[in-house]
């Protein structure tokens, strides 16, 4: 598993600088410009490492460290303070009240990769040279790039909620938590989510309010969202319900009740095994089966990227159930038109493989194509010009 | 606390200590070598300031005064990518650039006792404005060429009375 590191900086520059020379080893990056929502994040993310900047506002170094060694759920986390601020009183001081090691800006990649590898173990024996550097960097997973677990967001302003969710949802998901709603706003904003599990009684703003904020990007994303309330909240729930948010998870919850729900979100099976009948999307050809992106301006476009980790999933599964081994996949620029599409595509790619399917991609336009080489998970894949093609190189 | 005579020995050896910073800096985050120029004046006209400001037993301030490119390419040197506008990055890489400039400059000058604390930077962006200074303080003001493009320092001292 990638190693976290939380750069704690005002300066964008410096937290892009980490960024950049760490990029090489896979380190996943969390930032915050100050000391208070450093140690916000700090709370959220459990990171691996704290890179923390002194001279700051709001809460400079010293501050900070006091706060991050005072919380007994913070303080194993090792904190190394990269900084200008490198009077030997003070770094004693610092040292003193846990600070694991320092490194004195300005500083260079190999000053940065040597401190922290003794924590991070990042590379063994030598340090990769600049070249090999350049080849890692170009291999390592970019920032922002598809990950390869479903995203999820917890919004709940109590630790207790925040732990237990991301235990009963296990490794399985990739989980972000936000304390408050102005927290998960930032999170909205940065990131894309798969699920979002959204309690109604926050302390800065409510859930119905934050909901009502980033609705449309939520639908852009084809985020699904999960209200958390007590079954006695009826007024919310039914505001909630009112605008658009369908499942809920009622509190105090079960490990089954997160499980049912986590299932249902992301590949579309019912616990309870009923409801409607699901809309075809696979269309048989002989013994083929053919998925068809639709264009840019379909307006079918937004329910068909919502059902490709849900309903397009499970109809991929009982293809192969049925002994159907040939799926051909006809893109569309519609695919690439918003990031939580390609991530459920790429997804949904792995998923064909794990039950050993063959797939074969139809890209026919220019434009399909450019988009493709924009994704470094898809600019590789192998694509025909038409379906007769793709169907022929089955044999 | 002792007195600092400003003499001009003494100002030239705080020129010293700027200049080693610059290099530290430079050569550390933009691999880059520079030299410096002789006394100049600002750049007209003036397109983006960064400074630190100084407090303790020496007050005062250290300042850059960049044109729009040279601003673009300090932080796109610091960055490792192009930056064509003056933006909010690039104001922020130029921050970002007094700021370890400062620092160095406070460990060479603080080896024996801290002389200042250093504030977190500031930056102004405009045409028409000059920096004015106090009459009793102390100036150290020179240009600086990378190579590739030419910058100011400004450097003003003065004594906690």
């Known amino acids: 598993m990638s190693k976290r590191v939380l750069t704690i900086d005002d300066s964008k520059t410096l937290r892009l600088i980490v960024g950049k020379y760490l990029k090489p ?3 996943g990056i969390i930032e915050a410009d100050n000391g208070a929502v450093g140690i916000e994040k700090a709370k959220a993310e459990n990171p691996d490492l704290i890179l923390l900047d002194y001279n700051m506002p709001v809460m400079d170094g010293l501050q900070t460290l006091e706060g991050l060694k005072k919380d007994p759920a913070l303080r194993p986390i090792p904190v190394v303070m990269l900084t200008t601020e490198t009077v030997k009183e003070t770094v004693i001081k610092l040292i003193k009240l846990g600070l694991k090691d320092y490194i004195a800006k300005p500083f260079t990649r190999e000053a940065l990769v040597q401190k922290l590898n003794p924590i991070l173990g990042l590379y063994e024996g030598d340090m990769p040279s600049e070249v090999d550097l350049a080849a890692m960097a170009t291999q390592a997973q970019p920032q922002g790039s598809i990950p390869d677990k479903p995203a999820v967001l917890i919004v709940d302003d109590k630790d207790n909620v925040i732990k237990l969710l991301r235990e009963y949802l296990g490794e399985g998901y990739n989980v972000v938590a936000a304390a408050n709603g102005h927290t998960a706003l930032a999170r909205i904003q940065q990131g894309t989510f798969d ?8 302390p800065d703003i409510s859930g119905i309010e934050l909901y009502k904020k980033v609705k449309k990007q939520l639908e852009a994303m084809s985020a699904k969202v999960v209200g958390m309330s007590l079954r006695t909240q009826v007024t919310e729930i039914t505001q909630a319900k009112q605008l658009g948010i369908r499942e809920f998870l009622y509190k105090p919850f079960s490990k089954g009740d997160v499980e049912e729900l986590a299932a249902m979100l992301m590949y579309g099976k019912s616990a309870a095994g009923a409801g409607d009948a699901p809309r075809k999307f696979l269309v048989a050809d002989g013994n083929i089966r053919i998925l068809s992106f639709p264009d840019e301006k379909d307006p079918s476009l937004k329910a068909f990227a919502s059902a490709l980790s849900a309903e397009i999933r499970q109809e991929v599964s009982e293809m192969a159930d049925e002994g159907v081994t040939r799926l051909i996949v006809k893109l569309s620029p519609g695919l690439m038109s918003d990031f939580g599409s390609v991530k459920k595509f790429v997804s949904l790619l792995d ?4 039950l050993t399917l063959s797939v074969r991609l139809v890209a026919d336009t220019d434009k399909t194509k450019e988009q493709l080489r924009q994704y470094s998970e898809m600019a590789n894949l192998k694509t025909y010009d038409s379906v007769d093609l793709a169907a022929a190189s089955f044999g | ?5 400003w003499s001009p020995e003494v100002i030239d050896d705080m020129k010293v200590s700027l200049v080693k910073a610059l290099e530290q800096v430079f050569t550390t985050m933009f691999n880059s070598a520079i030299t410096v120029l002789p006394v ?11 400074l630190v400001g100084f407090g303790g037993r020496l007050s005062g301030f250290l300042c850059l005064h960049f044109s729009g490119e040279a601003a673009c390419s300090i932080a796109s040197g610091l960055l490792g990518m192009p930056m064509n506008e003056l933006d909010d990055t690039v104001f922020d890489a130029a ?5 370890m400039l400062a620092g160095c400059f406070k460990n060479q000058v603080s080896k024996t006792e801290e002389m200042f604390k250093i ?5 102004i962006q405009g045409r028409e404005y000059n920096v004015h200074t106090r009459a009793n303080s102390h100036q150290v003001l020179f240009g600086v060429s990378t190579g590739s493009y030419e910058f100011v320092a400004q450097l003003v001292l003065e ?3």
């Open chain 1, 25 to 27: 080893f896979g380190v």
């Open chain 1, 195 to 202: 699920s979002i599990f959204l309690d109604m009684d926050l």
């Open chain 1, 351 to 354: 998923h064909v493989q794990r």
């Open chain 2, 1 to 5: 606390m002792q007195e600092i005579a």
């Open chain 2, 40 to 50: 100049v004046d600002l750049p007209d006209p003036k397109h983006l300031s960064a």
């Open chain 2, 95 to 99: 921050g970002e650039t007094v700021n």
């Open chain 2, 119 to 123: 504030s977190v930077p500031s930056v």
């Open chain 2, 159 to 161: 004594q906690k009375q």
